[in-house]
T-cell receptor
Framework: SQQGEEDPQALSIQEGENATMNCSYK?????LQWYRQNSGRGLVHLIL?????REKHSGRLRVTLDTSKKSSSLLITASRAADTASYFC???????????FGTGTRLKVLA | ETGVTQSPTHLIKTRGQQVTLRCSSQ?????VSWYQQALGQGPQFIFQ???????GRGNFPPRFSGLQFPNYSSELNVNALELDDSALYLC????????????FGAGSRLTVL
């Protein structure tokens, strides 16, 4: 498969807790992005981290990138019921215009 | 600023038929990509169009083809439909090809019987 892998595949937490999901990829990249998808609808961009960055923050989101391990993590702090969705990482394969998406983490936040 | 719009939202076809899906890109975006998302999976890259030319293709057979028009809208055509073509087809536009944020439409859900 050309897809990356997300871990865990599914995650269920209580409102107010933090959620961490991980992504591993296979090739050299220019950047890595995280997207959210609600109920099989279109994906919404959350955050982009470039290959020369190690950490990035946006509101309640914190993303890390370790290019030596070909992995990234997304942390959502103080989760809300509205954060319930599937989360995907996407990498831009170097030298191409192809974005490769992971298999996704299904997050459920219980009120 | 309008987002990415796709049509139709749902459609049902039978094996062997042909389908055309349409996408209007976000204002100011000149690049359109198409993705296939099977149930429970991540989106898989089909191809990308920039200035009416295909400039990248994923691992899909030639019966998947596309077009981009001068106004940057796009079509995805699938011939000789197979059962495994049942999926959510997503269109995404971006300002330039590569290294940019993708803006996705809500998708067209195709069911092949």
């Amino acid at each position: 498969s050309q897809q990356g892998e997300e871990d865990p595949q599914a995650l269920s937490i209580q409102e107010g807790e933090n959620a961490t999901m991980n992504c591993s990829y296979k090739t050299s990249i220019n950047n890595l992005q995280w997207y959210r998808q609600n109920s099989g609808r279109g994906l919404v961009h959350l955050i982009l981290i470039r290959s020369n960055e190690r950490e990035k923050h946006s509101g309640r989101l914190r993303v890390t990138l370790d290019t030596s391990k070909k992995s990234s993590s997304l942390l959502i702090t103080a989760s809300r019921a509205a954060d319930t969705a599937s989360y995907f990482c996407a990498t831009l394969e170097s030298g191409t215009y192809k974005y490769i998406f992971g298999t996704g983490t299904r997050l459920k936040v219980l009120a | 600023e309008t987002g990415v719009t796709q049509s139709p939202t749902h459609l049902i076809k039978t094996r062997g038929q042909q389908v055309t899906l349409r996408c209007s890109s976000q204002s100011g975006h000149n690049t359109v990509s198409w993705y296939q998302q099977a149930l429970g999976q991540g989106p898989q890259f089909i191809f990308q169009y920039y200035r009416e030319e295909e400039n990248g293709r994923g691992n899909f057979p030639p019966r998947f083809s596309g077009l981009q028009f001068p106004n940057y809208s796009s079509e995805l055509n699938v011939n000789a439909l197979e059962l495994d073509d049942s999926a959510l087809y997503l269109c995404a536009s971006s300002e330039v090809a590569g290294a940019n944020v993708l803006t996705f439409g809500a998708g067209s859900r195709l069911t092949v019987l």
